[in-house]
């Protein structure tokens, strides 16, 4: 079984576009979890463009689903998690600027950092994921950071699938494997979507959750299109 945590950080950019509390954001999450998903999942930047902090705290006031909080470890996020204790922090190497995140771990590189912060929150009882690139080295090396789990970052898979190229899942079953056999758990995300879900599930072994927001909210926009220009219709009658 593979939970599903949606990313709810796109409803946070669609808010912060007109400056009020449309979408409610904690609404959505509540209304996500009455769905059925198993998790709600947020990345709040430095710049806060998005999910702002003080969004994290009061999402965990709601959320009694898996909570999610994903980001680079730097001090102040560090204290946010700390403070707000979620089931889960994931802890991505993303810079302060990069449109979205286009990188895992070099877990050689920044072991002494990564087994510090890891150490720090699992005395807190905050279960820790770290992404990275599906590269066996850099599972090896996920696997003396003290980490519970990695998540296997799936850009390049969804867009090589989205081109024909089945291939690509390989070092990735590969990688999840590996992990098992190393006694971390596993999860993925990024760009998975309706389309490449099913194939990845199916080709990935132990796959224990899966974080989806923007293709995910996307697609809710499609699905939603049809019925809510219906709705208008009928009212301007
Ligand atoms: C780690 C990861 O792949 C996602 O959290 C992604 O970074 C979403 O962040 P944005 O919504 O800011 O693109
Ligand atoms: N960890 C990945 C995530 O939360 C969602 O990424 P995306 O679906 O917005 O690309």
Request: net charge negative; with cysteine.
């Amino acid at each position: 079984m593979t939970k599903l945590s949606v990313n709810i950080n796109k409803i946070a950019t669609l808010r912060n576009s007109r400056g009020g509390n449309t979408p409610d954001l904690l609404k959505v999450a509540k209304d996500i979890q009455g769905f059925g998903a198993e998790g709600i999942t947020i990345h709040p930047r430095p710049d806060e463009r998005h999910i702002r902090y003080q969004d994290a705290y009061d999402l965990k006031a709601i959320v009694y689903t898996e909570f999610n909080i994903e980001g680079n470890p730097i001090p102040k996020f560090i204290d946010l998690v700390l403070s707000v204790k979620p089931t889960q922090v994931t802890l991505v190497p993303d810079a302060e600027d990069a449109i979205t995140s286009n990188a895992g771990w070099d877990t050689k590189k920044y072991k002494d950092f990564l087994v510090d912060v890891i150490a720090e929150f699992k005395r807190n009882d905050i279960r820790t994921s770290i992404f990275v690139d599906p590269v066996t080295k850099i599972i090896e090396g996920a696997a003396k950071t003290g980490a519970d789990r990695i998540e296997l970052y799936t850009e390049e898979f969804a867009s090589e699938y989205a081109k024909g190229n089945k291939d690509v899942v390989i070092p990735y079953a590969k990688c999840a494997q590996l992990a098992i056999d190393l006694k971390l758990g596993v999860n993925a995300g990024h760009d998975l979507s309706l389309d490449n879900i099913k194939f990845f599930k199916e080709n990935v072994p132990g796959l224990l959750e899966v974080s989806i927001g923007h293709a995910l909210i996307s697609e809710s926009i499609y699905l939603g299109l049809e019925n809510v220009i219906n709705m208008y219709l009928h009212r301007l009658k």
